[in-house]
């Protein structure tokens, strides 16, 4: 139950590169956007719910379940795909070729997002 909780952004990096990457307007890159933006996690084994405010992309809810396929949204586009875990990691590959990792790491939430070689990472704490 690691993930569940209210997350908000701490840092980032390598994000504008990943999106230019994944087809995003560079005009709707605003890096400001994802300060004060966060997310609220509730996990019921492999069943999760995230709802998402600020960032990048728009705010709402979505649902998932670890081994399903899974729909989803980045940088304002909408993806799908599968996702699993490696290990205590979430890991969704979309198919159009983007991984989307949700782990904690040091007591943060960690979000690593790769798409055309370039790597983002989005660190959250409680």
Known sequence: MA????????KFEGL???ALAFGVDESKLDPAKLQGGG???????DNFSF????????????????GQPSEGELFGKAY??????????IVSVGKSGVKLTRSIDGGQLLYQ???GGKVGKV????
């Open 3 to 10: 993930f569940a909780g209210s997350w908000k952004v701490a």
């Open 16 to 18: 504008k590169d990943v």
């Open 39 to 45: 997310v609220e996690i509730t996990q019921d084994g």
């Open 51 to 66: 709802t998402a405010t600020g960032g990048l992309g728009k705010s709402g809810a979505h649902t998932m379940t670890v």
């Open 80 to 89: 799908s795909g599968t996702t699993g875990w490696e290990g205590d990691k």
């Open 113 to 115: 997002v790769e798409f």
């Open 123 to 126: 660190w959250f704490s409680k």
